[in-house]
Protein backbone atom coordinates (compact mmCIF):
# COMPACT_ATOMS: atom_id res chain seq x y z
CA UNK A 1 0.00 0.00 0.00
CA UNK A 2 3.15 2.42 0.44
CA UNK A 3 3.15 4.18 -2.89
CA UNK A 4 5.49 7.42 -1.65
CA UNK A 5 9.23 7.42 -2.73
CA UNK A 6 9.67 8.67 0.42
CA UNK A 7 10.95 5.82 2.74
CA UNK A 8 8.06 4.23 4.92
CA UNK A 9 5.64 7.18 4.18
CA UNK A 10 2.10 5.71 4.10
CA UNK A 11 0.53 8.97 4.08
CA UNK A 12 1.57 12.52 4.00
CA UNK A 13 -0.38 16.06 3.59
CA UNK A 14 2.76 17.46 2.97
CA UNK A 15 3.88 14.92 0.45
CA UNK A 16 0.50 14.55 -1.82
CA UNK A 17 0.42 10.96 -0.20
CA UNK A 18 -3.11 10.59 0.62
CA UNK A 19 -4.32 6.70 0.02
CA UNK A 20 -7.12 7.57 2.84
CA UNK A 21 -9.66 9.85 3.57
CA UNK A 22 -12.82 10.08 5.63
CA UNK A 23 -16.19 12.36 5.31
CA UNK A 24 -16.06 15.29 6.95
CA UNK A 25 -16.44 15.85 9.92
CA UNK A 26 -19.61 17.02 10.83
CA UNK A 27 -21.09 13.57 9.62
CA UNK A 28 -19.84 11.98 13.34
CA UNK A 29 -21.84 14.31 15.07
CA UNK A 30 -24.96 11.83 14.94
CA UNK A 31 -22.69 9.25 16.27
CA UNK A 32 -21.28 11.18 19.58
CA UNK A 33 -23.37 14.75 19.68
CA UNK A 34 -22.40 18.17 18.71
CA UNK A 35 -20.85 18.87 21.85
CA UNK A 36 -18.12 16.31 21.32
CA UNK A 37 -17.43 17.43 17.85
CA UNK A 38 -17.07 20.96 19.33
CA UNK A 39 -14.64 19.75 21.95
CA UNK A 40 -12.39 18.17 19.33
CA UNK A 41 -12.17 21.40 17.39
CA UNK A 42 -11.13 23.64 20.45
CA UNK A 43 -8.72 20.90 21.57
CA UNK A 44 -7.67 21.28 17.68
CA UNK A 45 -7.41 24.96 18.01
CA UNK A 46 -5.10 24.89 21.22
CA UNK A 47 -2.48 22.97 19.16
CA UNK A 48 -2.68 25.39 16.19
CA UNK A 49 0.51 24.44 13.83
CA UNK A 50 1.34 20.64 15.66
CA UNK A 51 3.04 18.34 13.52
CA UNK A 52 2.63 14.47 14.47
CA UNK A 53 4.15 11.23 13.15
CA UNK A 54 2.85 8.17 13.97
CA UNK A 55 5.06 5.16 13.55
CA UNK A 56 4.25 1.36 13.50
CA UNK A 57 5.55 -1.65 11.09
CA UNK A 58 3.44 -2.42 8.34
CA UNK A 59 0.35 -0.15 6.46
CA UNK A 60 -2.03 -3.25 6.24
CA UNK A 61 -3.62 -5.78 8.12
CA UNK A 62 -3.86 -5.57 12.17
CA UNK A 63 -5.70 -3.46 14.36
CA UNK A 64 -3.09 -0.76 13.92
CA UNK A 65 -3.30 -0.15 10.03
CA UNK A 66 -7.06 -0.11 10.78
CA UNK A 67 -7.41 3.07 13.31
CA UNK A 68 -4.25 4.95 11.30
CA UNK A 69 -5.66 4.67 8.31
CA UNK A 70 -9.29 6.69 9.74
CA UNK A 71 -7.52 8.40 12.48
CA UNK A 72 -4.54 10.41 10.09
CA UNK A 73 -6.87 12.08 7.66
CA UNK A 74 -9.17 12.82 10.72
CA UNK A 75 -6.54 14.83 12.61
CA UNK A 76 -5.63 16.61 8.75
CA UNK A 77 -8.78 17.31 9.08
CA UNK A 78 -8.78 18.69 12.51
CA UNK A 79 -5.77 21.24 11.51
CA UNK A 80 -3.16 18.89 12.65
CA UNK A 81 -0.26 17.34 10.34
CA UNK A 82 -0.19 13.99 11.14
CA UNK A 83 2.33 11.86 9.04
CA UNK A 84 2.48 8.06 8.86
CA UNK A 85 5.82 6.17 8.10
CA UNK A 86 6.65 2.22 8.92
CA UNK A 87 9.56 0.81 9.28
CA UNK A 88 10.39 -1.45 6.66
CA UNK A 89 11.39 -4.95 8.09
CA UNK A 90 13.38 -8.13 6.81
CA UNK A 91 11.78 -11.65 7.76
CA UNK A 92 14.53 -12.35 9.66
CA UNK A 93 13.54 -8.97 11.79
CA UNK A 94 9.85 -9.77 11.57
CA UNK A 95 10.53 -12.98 13.13
CA UNK A 96 12.35 -11.63 16.01
CA UNK A 97 9.82 -9.25 16.98
CA UNK A 98 7.28 -11.65 16.45
CA UNK A 99 8.66 -13.64 19.12
CA UNK A 100 9.28 -10.43 20.99
CA UNK A 101 5.76 -9.71 21.13
CA UNK A 102 4.19 -13.42 21.56
CA UNK A 103 7.35 -13.53 24.89
CA UNK A 104 5.65 -10.68 26.13
CA UNK A 105 2.31 -11.85 26.03
CA UNK A 106 3.29 -14.91 28.18
CA UNK A 107 5.09 -17.96 25.47
CA UNK A 108 7.55 -19.75 26.78
CA UNK A 109 10.98 -19.02 25.69
CA UNK A 110 13.81 -15.86 25.99
CA UNK A 111 15.31 -13.54 24.10
CA UNK A 112 18.49 -14.54 22.95
CA UNK A 113 21.24 -12.43 22.75
CA UNK A 114 21.47 -13.36 18.73
CA UNK A 115 17.71 -11.60 18.70
CA UNK A 116 18.60 -8.76 20.17
CA UNK A 117 21.49 -7.83 17.81
CA UNK A 118 19.36 -8.77 14.87
CA UNK A 119 16.59 -6.04 16.58
CA UNK A 120 19.53 -3.42 17.23
CA UNK A 121 21.27 -3.55 14.19
CA UNK A 122 17.29 -3.58 12.14
CA UNK A 123 16.50 -0.37 14.26
CA UNK A 124 20.04 1.10 13.56
CA UNK A 125 19.34 0.71 9.75
CA UNK A 126 16.08 1.68 9.99
CA UNK A 127 16.44 4.65 11.66
CA UNK A 128 19.05 6.52 8.49
CA UNK A 129 16.44 6.15 6.33
CA UNK A 130 13.97 7.70 8.43
CA UNK A 131 16.05 10.46 9.14
CA UNK A 132 14.59 13.16 7.78
CA UNK A 133 11.09 13.23 9.18
CA UNK A 134 9.85 16.10 11.22
CA UNK A 135 7.25 15.84 13.80
CA UNK A 136 6.84 17.96 17.55
CA UNK A 137 4.94 14.27 18.61
CA UNK A 138 5.88 11.11 17.50
CA UNK A 139 3.89 7.98 18.49
CA UNK A 140 5.28 4.61 17.76
CA UNK A 141 3.09 1.38 17.80
CA UNK A 142 4.01 -1.37 19.87
CA UNK A 143 7.80 -3.52 19.95
CA UNK A 144 8.86 -3.26 16.10
CA UNK A 145 9.79 0.71 15.95
CA UNK A 146 9.74 1.03 19.66
CA UNK A 147 14.30 1.19 19.41
CA UNK A 148 13.77 4.14 16.58
CA UNK A 149 13.51 6.85 19.65
CA UNK A 150 17.39 6.36 20.96
CA UNK A 151 18.50 7.28 17.39
CA UNK A 152 15.58 9.62 15.79
CA UNK A 153 14.43 11.88 18.88
CA UNK A 154 15.13 15.70 19.30
CA UNK A 155 15.30 17.55 22.37
CA UNK A 156 12.63 19.59 21.21
CA UNK A 157 10.21 16.55 20.72
CA UNK A 158 8.22 14.33 22.68
CA UNK A 159 8.44 10.97 22.02
CA UNK A 160 5.17 8.41 23.02
CA UNK A 161 5.15 4.66 22.96
CA UNK A 162 1.71 3.32 22.18
CA UNK A 163 1.53 -0.76 23.73
CA UNK A 164 -1.40 -2.42 22.18
CA UNK A 165 -0.54 -6.38 23.62
CA UNK A 166 -1.85 -8.03 26.12
CA UNK A 167 1.03 -8.01 28.38
CA UNK A 168 1.26 -10.64 31.12
CA UNK A 169 2.78 -9.27 33.55
CA UNK A 170 3.40 -12.85 35.57
CA UNK A 171 5.80 -13.82 32.68
CA UNK A 172 7.45 -10.56 32.37
CA UNK A 173 8.39 -11.41 36.17
CA UNK A 174 10.12 -14.76 34.83
CA UNK A 175 11.99 -12.74 32.01
CA UNK A 176 13.84 -10.21 33.52
CA UNK A 177 16.37 -10.18 30.25
CA UNK A 178 12.89 -9.25 28.15
CA UNK A 179 12.10 -6.53 30.29
CA UNK A 180 15.35 -5.23 30.89
CA UNK A 181 15.45 -5.04 27.07
CA UNK A 182 12.23 -3.12 26.58
CA UNK A 183 12.96 -0.33 29.52
CA UNK A 184 16.37 -0.17 27.46
CA UNK A 185 14.76 1.18 24.12
CA UNK A 186 11.68 2.48 25.97
CA UNK A 187 14.19 5.15 28.25
CA UNK A 188 14.16 8.15 25.49
CA UNK A 189 10.29 8.04 25.70
CA UNK A 190 8.14 10.67 27.72
CA UNK A 191 5.11 8.46 28.37
CA UNK A 192 3.19 5.14 27.26
CA UNK A 193 -0.28 5.04 26.31
CA UNK A 194 -2.36 1.32 27.14
CA UNK A 195 -5.33 0.01 26.41
CA UNK A 196 -6.34 -0.53 30.14
CA UNK A 197 -5.14 -0.58 33.29
CA UNK A 198 -4.45 -3.48 34.16
CA UNK A 199 -2.00 -4.09 31.13
CA UNK A 200 0.07 -1.40 33.13
CA UNK A 201 3.35 -3.04 34.11
CA UNK A 202 4.37 -2.01 37.84
CA UNK A 203 8.11 -1.41 36.41
CA UNK A 204 7.29 0.82 33.82
CA UNK A 205 9.37 3.79 34.56
CA UNK A 206 7.41 6.14 32.14
CA UNK A 207 3.85 8.27 32.66
CA UNK A 208 1.19 6.47 31.51
CA UNK A 209 -1.71 7.32 29.33
CA UNK A 210 -4.81 5.07 29.33
CA UNK A 211 -6.41 5.15 26.08
CA UNK A 212 -8.47 2.32 24.48
CA UNK A 213 -8.35 1.90 21.09
CA UNK A 214 -11.56 2.99 18.35
CA UNK A 215 -13.24 2.00 15.62
CA UNK A 216 -14.17 4.52 12.93
CA UNK A 217 -18.17 4.18 12.46
CA UNK A 218 -18.12 6.08 9.21
CA UNK A 219 -15.07 3.88 7.42
CA UNK A 220 -15.55 1.27 4.56
CA UNK A 221 -15.28 -1.76 7.25
CA UNK A 222 -18.10 -0.41 9.33
CA UNK A 223 -20.65 2.13 7.11
CA UNK A 224 -24.11 0.91 6.64
CA UNK A 225 -24.45 -1.73 3.58
CA UNK A 226 -27.17 -2.28 1.43
CA UNK A 227 -28.93 -5.62 1.57
CA UNK A 228 -27.75 -6.00 -1.79
CA UNK A 229 -24.10 -5.23 -1.21
CA UNK A 230 -23.81 -7.59 1.41
CA UNK A 231 -25.53 -10.50 -0.95
CA UNK A 232 -22.73 -9.72 -3.40
CA UNK A 233 -20.31 -10.45 -1.08
CA UNK A 234 -21.70 -13.69 0.17
CA UNK A 235 -22.72 -15.27 -3.70
CA UNK A 236 -19.60 -14.35 -4.26
CA UNK A 237 -17.99 -17.03 -1.97
CA UNK A 238 -20.77 -19.46 -2.51
CA UNK A 239 -22.74 -18.98 1.18
CA UNK A 240 -26.15 -19.92 1.41
CA UNK A 241 -28.02 -16.57 3.26
CA UNK A 242 -31.00 -19.19 4.05
CA UNK A 243 -28.06 -21.11 6.61
CA UNK A 244 -27.58 -19.27 9.61
CA UNK A 245 -24.36 -17.48 9.69
CA UNK A 246 -21.55 -17.41 12.50
CA UNK A 247 -17.81 -16.11 11.92
CA UNK A 248 -14.75 -15.62 13.18
CA UNK A 249 -12.94 -12.20 11.67
CA UNK A 250 -9.49 -11.20 11.84
CA UNK A 251 -5.62 -11.94 11.05
CA UNK A 252 -4.46 -15.43 11.60
CA UNK A 253 -2.55 -15.20 14.12
CA UNK A 254 -2.05 -18.38 16.60
CA UNK A 255 -3.44 -16.07 19.50
CA UNK A 256 -6.45 -15.32 17.87
CA UNK A 257 -8.42 -19.27 18.89
CA UNK A 258 -9.60 -20.17 15.27
CA UNK A 259 -9.08 -23.46 16.63
CA UNK A 260 -11.49 -23.17 19.12
CA UNK A 261 -14.09 -21.53 17.05
CA UNK A 262 -13.98 -24.87 14.60
CA UNK A 263 -14.23 -27.03 17.55
CA UNK A 264 -16.92 -25.23 19.23
CA UNK A 265 -19.24 -25.05 15.77
CA UNK A 266 -18.34 -28.72 15.31
CA UNK A 267 -20.20 -29.67 18.55
CA UNK A 268 -23.07 -27.17 17.98
CA UNK A 269 -24.25 -28.97 14.32
CA UNK A 270 -23.37 -32.28 16.21
CA UNK A 271 -26.21 -31.28 18.45
CA UNK A 272 -28.67 -30.27 15.60
CA UNK A 273 -27.80 -26.54 15.27
CA UNK A 274 -28.48 -25.57 11.44
CA UNK A 275 -25.48 -23.40 10.84
CA UNK A 276 -22.54 -22.68 8.95
CA UNK A 277 -19.06 -21.10 10.05
CA UNK A 278 -17.14 -18.53 8.13
CA UNK A 279 -13.83 -18.06 9.30
CA UNK A 280 -12.19 -14.47 6.95
CA UNK A 281 -9.94 -12.24 7.38
CA UNK A 282 -5.86 -11.95 6.16
CA UNK A 283 -2.14 -11.69 6.98
CA UNK A 284 -0.24 -8.81 8.68
CA UNK A 285 2.53 -8.00 6.69
CA UNK A 286 4.60 -8.18 9.33
CA UNK A 287 3.21 -11.09 10.83
CA UNK A 288 5.54 -14.01 9.47
CA UNK A 289 3.37 -16.58 11.99
CA UNK A 290 0.33 -15.83 9.21
CA UNK A 291 0.41 -17.75 6.75
CA UNK A 292 1.40 -20.71 8.51
CA UNK A 293 -1.38 -20.12 10.43
CA UNK A 294 -3.89 -19.65 7.66
CA UNK A 295 -2.26 -23.42 6.04
CA UNK A 296 -3.16 -24.61 9.53
CA UNK A 297 -6.45 -23.81 9.15
CA UNK A 298 -7.07 -24.84 5.97
CA UNK A 299 -5.71 -28.30 6.32
CA UNK A 300 -8.06 -28.27 9.30
CA UNK A 301 -11.08 -27.97 7.85
CA UNK A 302 -10.56 -29.14 4.55
CA UNK A 303 -13.41 -31.15 3.05
CA UNK A 304 -16.07 -29.43 5.31
CA UNK A 305 -19.18 -28.49 3.66
CA UNK A 306 -20.61 -25.70 6.02
CA UNK A 307 -17.09 -24.40 6.93
CA UNK A 308 -15.95 -21.65 4.65
CA UNK A 309 -12.47 -20.09 4.94
CA UNK A 310 -11.50 -16.89 2.85
CA UNK A 311 -8.12 -15.29 2.86
CA UNK A 312 -8.56 -11.67 2.28
CA UNK A 313 -4.96 -10.46 2.14
CA UNK A 314 -4.58 -9.86 -1.37
CA UNK A 315 -7.67 -7.73 -1.73
CA UNK A 316 -7.61 -3.86 -2.31
CA UNK A 317 -8.08 -2.72 1.25
CA UNK A 318 -11.47 -0.88 0.41
CA UNK A 319 -12.44 -4.24 -1.29
CA UNK A 320 -11.11 -6.21 2.08
CA UNK A 321 -13.28 -4.20 4.65
CA UNK A 322 -16.03 -3.79 2.70
CA UNK A 323 -16.63 -7.30 2.55
CA UNK A 324 -15.79 -8.06 5.54
CA UNK A 325 -18.01 -5.44 6.91
CA UNK A 326 -20.96 -7.70 4.55
CA UNK A 327 -19.86 -10.79 5.93
CA UNK A 328 -20.31 -9.45 9.33
CA UNK A 329 -23.82 -7.72 9.13
CA UNK A 330 -24.98 -11.18 7.42
CA UNK A 331 -23.81 -13.55 10.36
CA UNK A 332 -26.13 -13.94 13.32
CA UNK A 333 -23.17 -14.52 15.89
CA UNK A 334 -19.77 -13.73 16.00
CA UNK A 335 -17.15 -15.55 17.75
CA UNK A 336 -13.56 -14.40 19.21
CA UNK A 337 -12.36 -17.03 21.24
CA UNK A 338 -8.86 -15.85 21.52
CA UNK A 339 -5.60 -16.73 23.71
CA UNK A 340 -4.85 -13.11 24.47
CA UNK A 341 -5.74 -10.24 22.99
CA UNK A 342 -4.76 -6.87 23.65
CA UNK A 343 -8.04 -5.00 22.80
CA UNK A 344 -9.79 -6.85 19.95
CA UNK A 345 -11.20 -4.23 17.35
CA UNK A 346 -13.15 -7.39 15.82
CA UNK A 347 -15.28 -7.67 18.84
CA UNK A 348 -15.84 -3.56 18.90
CA UNK A 349 -16.98 -3.67 15.22
CA UNK A 350 -19.53 -6.58 15.47
CA UNK A 351 -20.88 -5.44 18.76
CA UNK A 352 -21.82 -1.81 16.45
CA UNK A 353 -23.23 -4.01 13.93
CA UNK A 354 -25.76 -4.79 16.71
CA UNK A 355 -24.33 -8.68 17.13
CA UNK A 356 -23.50 -10.84 20.13
CA UNK A 357 -20.43 -11.85 20.80
CA UNK A 358 -19.08 -15.09 22.06
CA UNK A 359 -15.93 -14.27 22.95
CA UNK A 360 -12.49 -15.45 26.02
CA UNK A 361 -11.85 -13.84 28.83
CA UNK A 362 -9.23 -12.31 27.70
CA UNK A 363 -7.22 -8.93 27.83
CA UNK A 364 -9.02 -6.08 25.61
CA UNK A 365 -12.31 -8.03 25.09
CA UNK A 366 -12.78 -7.94 28.77
CA UNK A 367 -13.14 -3.97 28.22
CA UNK A 368 -15.83 -4.37 26.22
CA UNK A 369 -18.26 -7.31 26.89
CA UNK A 370 -20.42 -7.49 30.52
CA UNK A 371 -21.23 -11.12 30.41
CA UNK A 372 -24.55 -11.84 29.47
CA UNK A 373 -25.39 -8.20 28.85
CA UNK A 374 -23.64 -7.51 25.94
CA UNK A 375 -21.87 -10.74 24.89
CA UNK A 376 -21.06 -14.15 26.77
CA UNK A 377 -17.65 -14.80 28.01
CA UNK A 378 -16.76 -18.30 27.95
CA UNK A 379 -14.15 -20.96 28.93
CA UNK A 380 -14.37 -23.86 26.95
CA UNK A 381 -15.28 -24.95 23.04
CA UNK A 382 -18.39 -26.89 25.09
CA UNK A 383 -19.78 -23.32 26.61
CA UNK A 384 -19.13 -21.99 23.00
CA UNK A 385 -21.34 -24.15 21.38
CA UNK A 386 -23.75 -24.30 24.07
CA UNK A 387 -24.31 -20.31 23.56
CA UNK A 388 -24.01 -20.31 20.76
CA UNK A 389 -27.10 -23.13 20.18
CA UNK A 390 -29.12 -20.74 22.87
CA UNK A 391 -28.76 -17.52 20.63
CA UNK A 392 -29.29 -18.64 17.07
CA UNK A 393 -32.58 -20.23 18.90
CA UNK A 394 -33.63 -17.13 20.70
CA UNK A 395 -33.46 -14.95 18.36
CA UNK A 396 -35.21 -11.62 20.52
CA UNK A 397 -32.98 -12.46 23.26
CA UNK A 398 -29.48 -12.31 20.52
CA UNK A 399 -30.96 -8.90 19.44
CA UNK A 400 -31.31 -7.25 22.63
CA UNK A 401 -27.92 -8.61 23.50
CA UNK A 402 -26.43 -7.08 20.09
CA UNK A 403 -28.13 -3.73 21.07
CA UNK A 404 -26.80 -3.45 23.85
CA UNK A 405 -23.58 -3.85 23.12
CA UNK A 406 -24.07 -1.06 20.29
CA UNK A 407 -24.58 0.82 22.98
CA UNK A 408 -21.50 0.22 25.24
CA UNK A 409 -19.20 0.97 21.63
CA UNK A 410 -21.58 4.01 21.15
CA UNK A 411 -20.46 5.25 24.22
CA UNK A 412 -16.71 4.44 24.93
CA UNK A 413 -15.02 3.31 21.35
CA UNK A 414 -15.41 5.35 18.62
CA UNK A 415 -13.28 7.49 16.71
CA UNK A 416 -13.61 11.34 17.45
CA UNK A 417 -14.07 10.23 21.13
CA UNK A 418 -10.98 8.42 21.58
CA UNK A 419 -9.01 10.80 18.91
CA UNK A 420 -10.28 13.54 21.87
CA UNK A 421 -8.22 11.81 24.63
CA UNK A 422 -5.06 11.56 22.01
CA UNK A 423 -5.45 15.35 22.23
CA UNK A 424 -6.18 15.70 25.75
CA UNK A 425 -2.58 14.01 26.39
CA UNK A 426 -0.88 15.69 23.75
CA UNK A 427 -1.80 19.28 25.29
CA UNK A 428 -0.75 17.73 28.80
CA UNK A 429 2.71 16.76 27.91
CA UNK A 430 3.55 20.00 25.39
CA UNK A 431 1.66 22.62 28.07
CA UNK A 432 1.84 21.40 31.44
CA UNK A 433 5.47 22.37 32.99
CA UNK A 434 7.57 23.71 36.24
CA UNK A 435 5.60 21.69 40.08
CA UNK A 436 2.87 20.38 37.57
CA UNK A 437 4.83 18.54 34.99
CA UNK A 438 4.02 14.74 35.31
CA UNK A 439 5.94 12.53 37.41
CA UNK A 440 7.28 8.98 35.99
CA UNK A 441 4.78 7.46 38.08
CA UNK A 442 1.88 9.56 37.20
CA UNK A 443 -1.06 7.03 35.70
CA UNK A 444 -3.92 9.29 33.58
CA UNK A 445 -6.66 7.47 32.31
CA UNK A 446 -9.36 8.32 30.19
CA UNK A 447 -11.67 5.50 30.61
CA UNK A 448 -13.67 4.21 33.33
CA UNK A 449 -11.64 1.54 35.78
CA UNK A 450 -14.76 -0.66 36.01
CA UNK A 451 -13.26 -3.75 38.20
CA UNK A 452 -13.93 -6.96 36.33
CA UNK A 453 -16.11 -8.47 38.88
CA UNK A 454 -18.79 -5.92 37.97
CA UNK A 455 -19.10 -6.58 34.41
CA UNK A 456 -22.79 -8.00 34.86
CA UNK A 457 -24.36 -4.65 36.74
CA UNK A 458 -23.07 -2.55 34.46
CA UNK A 459 -25.01 -4.17 31.89
CA UNK A 460 -28.20 -3.67 33.88
CA UNK A 461 -27.13 0.35 33.41
CA UNK A 462 -26.91 -0.22 29.43
CA UNK A 463 -30.73 -1.52 29.65
CA UNK A 464 -31.99 2.01 30.26
CA UNK A 465 -30.43 3.17 27.34
CA UNK A 466 -31.87 1.21 24.72
Same mark, same amino acid.
Given at each position: ?104 ? =? ?22 ? /? ?213 ? +? ?46 ? =? ?34 ? +? ?7 ? /? ?28
Amino acid at each position: MITSPVEGLVYSEDEGIRPFNVPPISEYIPFVSEYRIEELQDLARRLTGLRMLELNSTSYGGGVAEMLSSSIPFLNQLGIKDEWRVMRGTKEFFEVTKEIHNLLQ =GKGGRLTPEMKEIYFSHVRDSAES /LADARADVVIVHDPQPLGLASYLRSQKQKWLWRCHIDIDEDSLKEKPDLWDFINFWSRNYDAAIFSAAYYIVACCPLPIFIIPPFIDPLSEKNRELLSSEIDEVLDKYGIDKNIPIVSQIGRFDPWKGIGRTIHAFRKARSKGCDCQLIIAGNSASDDPEGQKTLSLVQEMTKGEEYIHVLDLSSLPWKVNAREINAIQRASRVIFQPSLKEGFG +LTVTEAMFKGKPVIASSVGGILLQLRDEETGFCVESTSDMAEKLIYLL =GNPGFASEMGKRGMVYVLEHFLMPTRIGDYLKMIDM +LLNISGDNK /LHSSSIVSFHPWYKLSKRKSYGKRLQRLL
